[in-house]
């Protein structure tokens, strides 16, 4: 169901173009931009009056069953299970070399694990690598994309691969660029941006597809400035409301108390505590926040 609020929120090129995707006839010499926003609802009612649901994601959406990943005589991850449901944002916290983007990397399929089974959404990353892979939106930690098309082009790109319709594409741009205060840039080559605005490019380009999300994020707050950050924590909230199935990485405590309904600390490859925030603190009654409970978990607190 579209929202008018988002229709009335673009700009007018972008009306234009919604007009020509939608075959909206645009006839007269001058239009008014009120008498255009109505042809245009008017077009978007017709077509989403079918109310197909959505694709509902598997019980668990990510699950990782005893998974290790050796380099050479270093253990980088040492026999994990994991699940992530939809509905939950699970928070993975370790210190440097803890071994979370290992973990990251192996479940988007950039690398292999050297033992163990991974799904995502049901799909098994070895055997079915295409439609794991396409079930998860993924923000790398040192993110990289195509830096000789613009950030508009990499989001219908993306929009395209993922058969999103053109004018739900041109709808949820439009929707996200306000979101993460991406006007200026939306036309500048991604070679260009910065790392923050690297990063919002990429957040985009997931948020164009058709929720609910499998995200894994490598420190998706790390490069954002205060008001990305709050944005951003804000809607991955309002996902994981909607049903998406979040994970997320981070050694910024204070986001991952704020955000993940369940927490997953490593150490050096393994798994020194997991569960809720009151279930860590159960175990370790002399700890008062999450700070305490990792540092207790990850070599003590300091004196
Ligand atoms: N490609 C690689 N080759 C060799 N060793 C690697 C490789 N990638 C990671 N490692 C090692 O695996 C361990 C885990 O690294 P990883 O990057 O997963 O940690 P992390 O928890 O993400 O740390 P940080 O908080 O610093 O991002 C480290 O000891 C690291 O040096
Ligand atoms: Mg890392």
């Known amino acids: 169901m579209i929202d008018r609020v988002d229709i009335e929120r673009m700009k007018g090129d972008e009306l234009i173009n919604l007009a020509r995707v939608l075959k909206v006839p645009i006839t007269k010499r001058t239009i008014q931009r009120s008498w255009l926003i109505d042809e245009l609802m008017g077009e978007l009612e017709k077509r989403s009056s079918d109310g197909s649901p959505k694709d509902a994601l598997h019980q668990p959406a990510i699950e990782l069953d005893k998974v290790t990943k050796r380099f050479g005589k270093t253990v980088a991850v040492r026999n994990l299970d994991l699940q992530v449901h939809p509905g939950e944002i699970l928070g993975l916290v370790g210190p440097n070399g803890a071994g979370k983007t290992t973990t990251l990397r192996m479940l988007t399929g950039i690398i292999r694990a050297s033992s163990g089974v991974i799904h995502v959404n049901g799909h098994d990353i070895n055997d079915s690598p295409i439609l794991a892979k396409s079930s998860i939106g993924y923000i790398p930690e040192k993110p990289t994309c195509y830096p000789s098309l613009t950030a508009r082009e990499y989001v219908t790109f993306i929009a395209r691969i993922y058969k999103v319709p053109q004018e739900t594409a041109l ?41 609910p ?9 790390y490069g954002l400035d205060p008001r990305g950050a709050w944005n951003l924590k804000k809607l991955l909230k309002r996902m994981r409301d909607e049903g998406s199935a979040i994970l997320l990485s981070t050694h910024i405590l204070e986001v991952a108390s704020d955000l993940c309904d369940r927490f997953v600390i490593m150490n050096h490859g393994d798994v020194v505590g997991r569960g809720t925030l009151e279930e860590l603190l159960a175990i370790q009654p002399e700890a ?16």
């Open 171 to 211: 709808i949820r741009m439009r929707e996200y660029v306000d979101l993460f205060q991406f006007d200026e840039f939306i036309n500048s080559y991604i070679g260009t941006l910065s790392k923050g605005n690297l990063q919002r490019v990429l957040l985009i380009g997931i948020f164009v597809r058709e929720p």
């Open 288 to 303: 008062t926040s999450l700070e305490e409970v990792f540092l207790g978990l990850t070599g003590g607190i300091p004196e």
């Open 213 to 221: 999300y499998i995200l894994a994020l490598d420190e998706p707050i």
